[in-house]
């Protein structure tokens, strides 16, 4: 069993037959940074441990503590990597100025409902001349509303913590 996180990160890649490139790719990193964490000369951030997670299946025991099995039993949960990427991308704008934190929050929620529109309208289009558009009734899960819990008050923007993030 391997005993370090990255060579716990090798194993599961080479289980996977998955280049360096590839493993990372799927992770948003260069394979540069998945060599630093296989070789253990970089830490893996948390936010990259739960993006493998997702991303690959793996059991986050497995990859933190080399407990348990590689692999995970498959979730129920249709959102689970939507999530995980979401709660990865609020820990990247918590680390921000406030200033730079508040436009990047505002460009989010314009993208947002920007998609949302996209997709309504896209419903909204009969797939031939003589159909009838119908929308179902439907509620769009909407990442906005994960945006509110941000704020300047909120203690976990403490600009004092390490951020190793900005490696990949």
């Not at 990372?24 to 993006?51: H, L, Q, T, Y």
């Not at 947002?112 to 009734?137: G, M």
Request: net charge negative; with cysteine; glycine share 4%.
């Amino acid at each position: 069993m391997a005993s370090s996180i990255g060579e716990r990160i090798r194993e599961l890649r080479t289980t996977l037959r998955l280049t360096q490139d590839q493993f990372g790719n799927k992770i948003g990193v260069k394979n540069g940074v998945v060599s630093a964490w296989e070789k253990g000369s970089a830490p893996v951030p948390d936010g990259r441990v739960r993006i493998i997670r997702d991303e690959y299946n793996a059991s986050i025991d497995w990859i933190l503590k080399g407990e348990g099995e590689m692999f995970q039993e498959s979730t129920e949960d249709p959102n689970a990597k939507r999530d995980a990427a979401l709660e990865y991308a609020l820990s990247l704008i918590r680390k921000l100025p406030a200033v730079e934190r508040n436009d990047a929050v505002e460009f989010i929620r314009e993208l947002v409902r920007r998609c949302d529109d996209d997709y309504v309208s896209a419903l909204r289009k009969p797939s031939s001349k003589n159909a009838q558009s119908v929308v179902p009734e439907i509620v769009i899960a909407s990442a906005d509303d994960d945006f509110d819990e941000i704020s300047d008050d909120d203690e976990e923007f403490d600009l004092e913590d390490d951020y190793d993030d900005d490696d990949d």
